[in-house]
């Protein structure tokens, strides 16, 4: 069966860290893969985009990797703030079909 | 300002009668789609369009309708809403090119007693 993950519901990080959220897929051929900020009762913010071709991404403390072998994408926020705390969701664009599937999300609390 | 915006913003209606929410973009976007979220579900793709008059179905299309008749525009339409249809609903744009950031609206949280 398909599927998308993200590797767990809630994380908890330190001020300062690195945060670490993971998104593993299987059975689907992505075109793309996309990481969105949720903060709560609001729409998703775009935040990063990788193409199946492309290794890793960056944008200011932001880094995206995508193993297209392993199915899976790392998203890493550096020097983490109480700011970043929200819910990231990453999403598939199907090659087939253009369908695009999110994750479930991950709540992320940057603890001061 | 470029935005993607929906109406109403909160809506309780009743078993049944007919609803429509409204979608509309001022980016020229092609694709448009609609999307419900749910606790513990995530955000689920309804219905999408990748261009004027060409609507597909996403991966929970039932009770549902969507046209698109003109570019801006997209509107979900409930013909005859139930309770399990009550939830967060956002609708999104893009452009279908190599870059695929989408805009997502405010949302819409619908209550169907």
């Known amino acids: 069966s398909q599927k998308i993950e993200q590797n767990s519901e809630a994380l908890n990080i330190q001020e300062g860290k690195t945060a670490t959220l993971t998104c593993n897929y299987t059975n689907y051929s992505p075109a793309y893969l996309q990481w969105y900020r949720q903060d709560p009762g609001r729409g998703p913010v775009f935040l990063l985009l990788?193409?199946?071709?492309?290794k890793e991404k960056r944008k200011e403390r932001l880094k995206v990797t995508f193993d297209t072998t392993l199915k899976q994408s790392l998203f890493h926020i550096t020097a983490s703030q109480p700011a970043d705390s929200a819910t990231y969701l990453c999403a598939l664009e199907l090659k087939r079909d253009d369908k695009i599937i999110f994750g479930k999300g991950t709540r992320l609390h940057i603890l001061p | 300002e470029a935005q993607v915006t929906q109406n109403p913003r909160y809506l309780i209606t009743v078993t049944g009668k007919k609803l429509t929410v409204t979608c509309s973009q001022n980016m020229n976007h092609e694709y448009m789609s609609w999307y419900r979220q749910d606790p513990g579900l995530g955000l689920r793709q309804i219905y999408y369009?990748?261009?004027?008059?060409?609507?597909d179905k996403g991966d929970v299309p039932e009770g549902y309708k969507v046209s698109r008749k003109e570019k801006r525009n997209f509107p979900l339409i409930l013909e005859s809403p139930s309770p399990n249809q009550t939830s967060l609903y956002f609708c999104?744009?893009?452009?279908?090119?190599?870059?695929?950031?989408?805009?997502f609206g405010p949302g819409t949280r619908l209550t169907v007693l």
């Open positions: 369009s990748m261009n004027v008059e060409v609507t």
């Open positions: 999104a744009s893009s452009l279908p090119s190599s870059y695929n950031e989408q805009f």
């Open positions: 990788i193409r199946e071709n492309e």
